[in-house]
């Protein structure tokens, strides 16, 4: 799987947009970008997944550039709870694999 | 509530013992994995199950075993317990046939400490 680079830790206002960035430039043309979070110590949580499109869903939007060697998470209106590590994780498209967890971006949400 | 339940929630034991982690992963998933995770070494990926048999296998030491029953729950043994054995166990599942999404969703950890 491809090896991704993220930011150690960003802070985020709440009820303001957090965006995450993530480096994939050894992404293959079969590998999907994937994200998930832990919130302290809880199971990491799937959040969003995409390949080439733009997608969002109910918890946030994922942005992948055309060249798909980055992507941005967005979270439209961060509140305290969403306060957490958050991985991107880059895996073939048949997905039935093992996740290969780096260290993350902690985003600190900020009353 | 992701659905993959987890037992013990926590479980103290002292070096040289041994322990049974168990897992039950969400109606219908056939895949079940384990994660370790500690402080200095972060989330890793420790075996992978699939409808029983074994699937994957990741940076699992010689000392730990796990098994999949035919009703698909989960089990991580751990023997001869160490002090640097001391984390958080994730077990996590995903595939229900025919969704064709592979996402996974984990349970909420048990967390081992080894005195």
Redesign the interface.
């Known amino acids: 799987d491809a090896k991704t680079t993220q930011p150690p830790s960003m802070d985020c206002a709440e009820g303001r947009a957090a965006n995450l960035p993530c480096n994939h430039s050894t992404i293959s043309g079969n590998e999907y970008v994937y994200w998930y979070r832990q919130i302290h110590s809880q199971g990491p949580q799937y959040i969003i997944h995409g390949l080439k499109n733009n997608e969002t869903n109910e918890m946030a939007s994922l942005i992948i550039t055309e060249d798909r060697k980055s992507s941005t998470l967005i979270l439209p209106h961060a509140t305290l709870r969403d306060t957490a590590v958050y991985y991107c994780i880059v895996r073939v498209a048949t997905g039935n694999t093992p996740l290969v967890f780096g260290k993350g971006t902690r985003l600190s949400v900020i009353a | 509530d ?1 659905g ?1 339940t987890q037992t013990p929630k926590h479980l103290i034991t002292a070096t040289g013992q041994r322990v049974t982690l168990r897992c039950s992963p969400r109606s219908g998933d056939l ?1 079940v ?1 384990w ?1 370790q995770q500690s402080l200095d070494q ?4 420790l075996i ?1 199950y ?1 409808n029983g048999e074994e ?2 296998k ?1 940076n699992i030491l010689e000392r730990f075993s796990a098994q999949q029953f035919p009703d698909l729950h989960s089990e991580l043994n751990l023997s001869s317990l160490e002090l640097g054995d001391s984390a ?1 166990y ?1 077990c ?1 599942s ?2 229900a046939p025919g969704q064709g ?9 048990t ?1 081992l400490t080894v005195t």
């Open positions: 992701s993959v895949s994995y994660y972060g989330l890793q990926f992978q699939y699937r994957a990741g958080l994730f996590a995903s595939v999404r592979f996402e996974q969703y984990f349970g909420p950890g967390r």
